[in-house]
């Protein structure tokens, strides 16, 4: 098993920015994949960004390419997402969930993650 609790969420203005953590414990999820969603109220679970379990690889949705960054310190067994130029669109509760491998393999895919944090709500006023 694998525990992941996010944290850094936050009320910010729009085009200030938010860090945001994933750290896991228990089971280490090193070897594993790691990925950021978001829910919007009354919305279905949408895909932020993905990277493998050495960084090498890194998928990003269109939304919010060029404004996020997703990293891991393994040594730290954490994630994170940094998120500069938010808009009141990226409004939502964050979750982030560790994948069944190395590398997602479909990452905006939900099936592809076993473990999933209790989610830090990020709300962005205009």
């Known amino acids: 098993q694998v525990q992941l609790v996010e944290s850094g969420g936050g009320l910010v203005q729009a085009g200030g920015s938010l860090r945001l953590s994933c750290a896991a414990s228990g089971r280490t999820f090193t070897s594993n994949g790691m990925a950021w969603f978001r829910q919007a109220p009354g919305k279905e679970h949408e895909f932020v960004a993905a990277i493998s379990w050495n960084g090498g690889h890194i998928d990003y949705a269109a939304s919010v390419k060029g404004r996020f960054t997703i990293s891991r310190d393994n040594a730290k067994n954490t994630g994170y997402l940094q998120m500069n130029s938010l808009k009141p669109e990226d409004t939502g509760v964050y979750y982030c969930?560790?994948?069944?491998?190395?590398?997602?393999?479909?990452?905006?895919?939900?099936?592809?993650?076993?473990?999933w944090g209790q989610g830090t709500q990020v709300t962005v006023s205009s």
């Open positions: 969930a560790a994948s069944r491998w190395s590398t997602p393999e479909n990452p905006g895919f939900l099936y592809e993650y076993n473990f």
